[in-house]
């Protein structure tokens, strides 16, 4: 928890990040966001009762004279990617990509009624969509060789997500006097996994596609898999589409190979093989999209790790760049080993590649994207509109 003094009333824009194992609150002055937050939670448990979060959290800025509440949305669909108030139409849209993002988007939308139980039905709400920064993502990188007529009538394409954390971590890169013009992979490695390859700020490609399933070996979920392997559970177990759902979202990844829960922390500190090859599947799976982004870009300046895992995980990191060097990528063994939960760059001073570890600050990202809603929203008021 985060708390900063409070005198006076303000208006506070309240960020809520539901992700796949956990929620994380934060409250901004609106007038103020790059100052920080004025108090922030972080609930490990993502199913808690989110009104008994927000009075929690609520109880701690009684100088709060007006609310607005910006709410992390994993998946809208081909319709929806820029920061939008929320209305019903919009409700409707994150509704309809639900089954896509099964372990965030019904968490999202309970969380927007939330608020409104909370702090009335106009209280002003926000989506920010995890897809916005691969709006743009080049067509060779987007497109399935798929009928193009079928994905034209349904919006089948790869759509990407962490978008906030993979431009938070180019911002922090830029911000640590990374040049504007950089190459670079970022990896955002928590209970979701996914890789970005970025030129000069922008997305050339990412591995997460059409849903957050497509990629990187994750917690709970396969990444990267045969749609022939799809087919022949459906047939051999007589599936239905939500029990495969439910195999691909919750019970694949790391916890389907090693049992548990899937969780990074202790995989690594157990002593069997089937931990042990869980964790080796994973990093070789990083290791294959970063060799990948590698002829993407066209060689690299900077390797970036950032979430649970990459921040907290130097065994992981040393074994996902274990054997690049010919790529000009190395790491320095003591900055790695005893970089943990902290930033700071674990490559040789000169070394091609540099390698570095940010820490990923969503929420300042979702209050900074909502501030054009905020202020739009404020206007139209103003004018009675």
């Not at 208006?11 to 929620?23: D, E, F, K, P, Q």
């Not at 971590?169 to 970005?196: E, F, K, N, P, Y």
Request: aromatic content about 6%; proline content about 4%.
């Amino acid at each position: 928890m985060r708390r900063q003094h409070v005198a006076g009333s303000m208006h506070v824009l309240l960020t809520i990040n539901a992700g796949s194992s956990s929620v994380r609150l934060a409250a901004f002055r609106a007038a103020a966001v790059a100052a920080g937050p004025l108090v922030s939670r972080r609930h490990e448990r993502a199913d808690l009762d989110p009104g008994a979060a927000l009075d929690d959290l609520r109880a701690g800025l009684p100088g709060a004279t007006a609310w607005t509440c910006v709410h992390r949305v994993v998946h809208g669909g081909a319709t929806l990617s820029a920061p939008c108030l929320v209305d019903d139409t919009v409700e409707r849209a994150i509704a309809a990509c639900a089954g896509l993002a099964p372990l965030h988007n019904p968490r999202a939308l309970a969380w927007i009624e939330a608020c409104r139980a909370a702090f009335g039905a106009d209280i002003g709400q926000v989506a920010v969509f995890d897809t916005g920064f691969f709006a743009d993502l080049p067509a060779v990188a987007q497109t399935y060789a798929l009928p193009h007529a079928l994905c034209t009538a349904h919006g089948l394409r790869r759509y990407g997500f962490h978008g906030l954390a993979h431009a938070a971590l180019w911002s922090r890169w830029r911000a640590c006097g990374g040049a504007a013009d950089a190459r670079i992979v970022t990896l955002q490695l928590g209970s979701g996994c996914s890789a970005c390859a970025i030129a000069g700020g922008r997305a050339l490609d990412t591995s997460m596609g059409f849903s957050p399933l497509e990629g990187l070996v994750m917690a709970t979920r396969p990444g990267d898999l045969d749609a022939g392997l799809v087919l022949h559970l459906q047939q051999v177990l007589g599936a239905d589409v939500h029990e495969i759902e439910r195999l691909l979202s919750s019970e694949s990844g790391l916890r389907g190979m090693a049992g548990g829960s899937g969780d990074m922390r202790e995989l690594l500190a157990r002593d069997d093989e089937r931990a042990r090859l869980a964790v080796e599947v994973y990093c070789y799976r990083v290791r294959k999209y970063v060799g990948a982004y590698l002829a993407v870009l066209g060689g690299a300046d900077a390797i970036v790790f950032g979430g649970g895992v990459g921040e907290h995980a130097p065994a992981v990191r040393a074994a996902i760049l274990d054997g690049l060097g010919w790529a000009g990528i190395a790491l320095d063994t003591y900055a790695n080993a005893v970089l943990l939960g902290r930033e700071g760059r674990i490559s040789p001073p000169r070394a091609r590649v540099a390698v570095h570890v940010f820490q990923v600050d969503e929420a300042q990202a979702l209050a900074t994207a909502a501030l054009p809603c905020v202020e739009r929203r404020a206007a139209a008021r103003a004018r009675g509109a």
